[in-house]
């Protein structure tokens, strides 16, 4: 899975696996994997002006984390 630089508060990167809808991000605390995550999702953190808080508001809000790393 390709890794994409984030430029947001304790976010690094993120990558998204659209056959298996799994999105895996990488924060200053470990790496994350969030299961059953539609493209738009990830399309949208990627694109927002603030990826943190888009990833606090609509990430952690409705996906279970399981930690990778």
Do not use: C, H, Q
């Not at 508060?9 to 809808?21: C, H, I, M, S, V």
């Not at 999105?23 to 990826?51: D, H, K």
């Not at 508001?57 to 996906?63: G, L, P």
């Amino acid at each position: 899975m390709e890794m994409k630089r984030l430029n947001g508060t304790g976010l690094r990167a993120a990558g998204y696996d659209e056959r298996n809808r799994k999105m895996v991000i990488e924060t200053t605390s470990g790496t994350f994997e969030y299961a059953n995550v539609g493209v738009e999702i990830y399309r949208r953190l990627m694109s927002s002006p603030s990826p943190a808080s888009y990833f606090k508001d609509v990430i952690e809000e409705d996906f279970t984390a399981r930690r990778v790393k």
